[in-house]
């Protein structure tokens, strides 16, 4: 079917936001971020402990220590940068895949871990960390940041919440009532969709036949951005822009980074060679973010294989306290899961709660 004209100056106005090439040169000087050296050394550091912290996971996770584990390597520049624009304040409604996001924003290695074993302290955020526990059902966290921002507008708080979904989540119909209600309300909200090309092993193109995802935001009535999920310093300055832009009233942004995962959908036997191309895969490993970060950092003197080396160990040594410290966590019983899930609990569970304790006190 061809497209309207209307349809196609729409998709037009949603090309890629870019600052850094993929050989790390700055091709947008006038959207730079404003940043200090130590600043954009903290960006590859986190980067390249999420990349060591990833495949660490993935190890543990084959080993039968770590449970459920969605591999982000390929992702960090988006997750990175989306969190790094972020203020102490502010609120964020994670996926499953987004660890790295809340573990920079104050939440312990340890307590993701046991998230990820599904140990009921892995859902206990420390006071003041504004994070909610990591949804597993997809999309679902879309409206809640609707209602966590609506709260934070009515309580005149400095500060926006922020949440990721990836390209499936974007064909979900939370997706749309989450951006529909925010955009109606006008609430202080950001919406990230990394964009990795695939829902489990559906294409993004047999998803929607729109262009791009970030055109969807015309229909909630709130603003659209499309960036380069593999450039950090973009991802980051668009975030930037759309925090200022909710605190200052203007409504929430839907931003699509475009990305990729290196590795499976989650570590449940998801085989990616079945559904994806290794002249896709050499295409995209082409685009790493990492790489085009430190080639931009090279150039400015600012990184060096020893800094690498240093920060590499230290992920290596922070995952492995990170682990004792999970492994030492009190055995989770029966008895907790019904005690902390029903305040008066259901006349079907009292008889059974009998027995479990007997069972658990031997």
């Excluded at 495949?55 to 459920?68: E, K, M, P, Y």
């Excluded at 942004?253 to 990305?259: F, K, V, Y």
């Excluded at 989650?266 to 559904?275: E, I, L, S, V």
Aim: aromatic share 8%; proline share 4%.
């Amino acid at each position: 079917m061809e497209k309207t004209k209307e349809l196609q100056k729409i998709e037009s106005q949603f090309e890629t936001f870019q600052i850094l090439n993929e050989d790390g040169e700055v091709v947008n000087k006038k959207a730079m971020p404003k940043l200090s050296d130590e600043q954009l050394k903290e960006l590859m550091k986190r980067m390249v402990y999420t990349r060591i912290w990833d495949q660490r996971a993935i190890s543990l996770n084959r080993q039968g220590r770590l449970g459920f584990y969605a591999p982000v390597a390929g992702q960090e520049a988006s997750m990175i940068g989306t969190q790094f624009a972020l203020e102490k304040q502010d609120w964020i409604l994670p996926g499953y895949r987004d660890i790295p996001q809340i573990v920079f924003h104050g939440v312990p290695l340890e307590q993701a871990f046991l998230w990820s074993r599904g140990h009921l302290a892995g859902g206990q955020m420390p006071e003041g960390v504004n994070v909610m526990m990591p949804q597993i059902i997809i999309g679902a966290q879309i409206t809640q940041t609707a209602g966590v921002a609506m709260g934070l507008k009515r309580k005149n708080k400095d500060a926006v919440a922020i949440t990721y979904t990836g390209d499936g989540g974007a064909s979900q119909g939370d997706f749309y009532e989450g951006m529909n209600f925010a955009g109606a309300y006008n609430v202080p909200a950001i919406f990230v969709v990394q964009n990795n090309r695939f829902a489990i092993s559906v294409p993004v193109e047999k998803q929607s036949a729109a262009k791009t995802i970030a055109q969807k935001a015309v229909a909630a009535g709130i603003h659209g951005v499309q960036v380069d999920g593999m450039d950090i310093l973009a991802v980051l300055a668009m975030t930037e822009e759309a925090r200022k832009r909710a605190l200052e009233g203007n409504g929430p942004t839907l931003i699509e980074t475009l990305t990729y995962r290196y590795g499976p959908h989650t570590m449940a036997g998801d085989d990616p060679t079945r559904y994806r191309t290794s002249d896709l895969d050499d295409e995209w490993e082409k685009k790493d973010p990492l790489v085009r970060f430190r080639k931009f950092l090279e150039g400015k003197n600012l990184w060096s294989e020893e800094e690498e080396n240093e920060v590499v160990e230290q992920a290596k040594e922070d995952i492995k306290e990170a682990i004792k410290k999970a492994d030492a966590a009190p055995k989770q019983k029966v008895t907790d899961l019904i005690d902390l899930m029903f305040e008066d609990q259901p006349h079907n569970l009292v008889e059974q709660m009998e027995d479990y304790k007997a069972k658990e006190s031997k």
